[in-house]
């Protein structure tokens, strides 16, 4: 958990101001560790569940601001 939380971290540190609203980095960076963590146990947990699915299923569910931070 701890690798995603420093990954979204570090992301959000390098995006910028601009890219988050103005609530706290850390609390965000949790709440996204926690969600990918939870996706990634549902795949392996399930084996007609395709790598693409996963990826699909992230990309739907991360936050709009993410896509545009991930340009910067």
Same mark, same amino acid.
């Given at each position: 958990?701890?690798?995603?939380?420093?990954?979204?971290?570090?992301?959000?540190?390098?995006?910028?101001?601009?890219? *988050?609203?103005?609530?706290?980095?850390?609390?965000?960076?949790?709440?996204?560790?926690?969600?990918?963590?939870?996706?990634?146990?549902?795949?392996?947990?399930?084996?007609?569940?395709?790598?693409?699915? *996963?990826?699909?299923?992230?990309?739907?569910?991360?936050?709009?601001?993410?896509?545009?931070?991930?340009?910067?």
């Amino acid at each position: 958990m701890r690798h995603f939380a420093d990954y979204a971290l570090a992301f959000l540190a390098r995006a910028g101001d601009g890219a *988050l609203p103005d609530v706290s980095r850390p609390v965000v960076a949790q709440f996204l560790a926690h969600g990918f963590a939870g996706a990634i146990r549902a795949w392996l947990a399930d084996a007609s569940v395709s790598k693409q699915d *996963l990826v699909a299923a992230g990309v739907a569910c991360a936050p709009a601001w993410w896509a545009g931070a991930a340009e910067r």
